[in-house]
């Protein structure tokens, strides 16, 4: 998908099914851009163990939007009793829309504030799930099992590499002109560089990056990337990237 404006400065690749309303921003600020999804979502079945577990927590933990969604078309809310978190306002979004009450989000949008809550620092004793996809970061099960709490993973869903050719989308990449790319996980990004192969690994480390957090410009710079190359949006939500491309957009 290209806007047809001219120019194609910026590459999204946020994941297929969750890049609709930045899309939608973009058009509306007249930014150009080129839409590649490298990923895709798929629902994994939850087991009866898996009920039982969230029917049982002191806590529930959400990681992210599809976390929801797929849970969501798979149990009643009602067998949803715990306190809820959600590690990004978009996600709290989400669980407020499906069960209608309080969530407890960070204002600080990634594992690192979600262990900042006051809420979370007395667990000791206490059952608390964790509703993600497969594989993912530990951070917030090491910080909760530091502070004495039993730590469960459901996962309600997976996420799976698109079949691409990503020499053949390197070369349209290159013809479009496309200078920063925005990459929302560090999946994204090394996905990217295994994609082209090591003869376009250069090109990618030439272009400006829109990243969505501190962890992911250390990931950027060890594969080549300079630091002045990369910007770090305020987190993975929807105006924070807008914002982020905006002032790229500004400086081109």
């Known amino acids: 998908m290209i806007a047809d404006n001219g120019q194609i400065p910026f590459l999204i690749t946020r994941p297929a099914g969750k890049a609709d309303n930045l899309l939608a921003a973009l058009d509306e600020a007249g930014v150009g851009y080129l839409y590649q999804p490298l990923i895709t979502t798929a629902q994994v079945t939850i087991t009866p163990y898996d009920v039982q577990q969230l029917q049982q927590a002191d806590a529930i933990v959400f990681v ?13 809310g009602n067998q949803l009793n715990a306190p809820l978190f ?34 979370l620092q007395q667990v000791a004793g206490k059952q608390v799930v964790v509703v993600r996809g497969n594989a993912g970061r530990e951070l917030i099960k090491q910080g909760l099992v530091a502070r004495g709490a039993s730590v469960r993973y459901v996962q309600s869903y997976k996420r799976v590499p698109l079949p691409l050719d990503g020499i053949q989308l390197c070369q349209q990449w290159q013809l479009a002109g496309i200078r920063c790319i925005v990459a929302t996980s560090n999946e994204i990004l090394q996905l990217l560089f295994s994609l082209v192969g090591a ?12 990243l969505v957090s501190p ?38």
């Open 199 to 210: 003869d376009h690994q250069h090109w990618l480390t030439q272009r400006d990056w829109i």
């Open 215 to 252: 962890r992911m410009r250390d990931s950027a710079i060890a594969l080549g990337i300079a630091a002045q190359r990369i910007v770090v949006a305020e987190n993975a939500n929807d105006g924070a990237l807008l914002a982020a491309v905006r002032q790229l957009q500004r400086e081109y």
């Open 86 to 119: 959600a590690v990004g306002q978009t996600t709290a979004l989400a669980l407020k829309r499906w069960l209608g009450r309080e969530v407890n989000v960070p204002d600080d949008q990634r594992s690192e504030g979600l262990l900042q809550l006051a809420q």
């Open 64 to 76: 992210s939007v599809s976390a929801v969604s797929c849970l969501q078309q798979q149990i009643e």
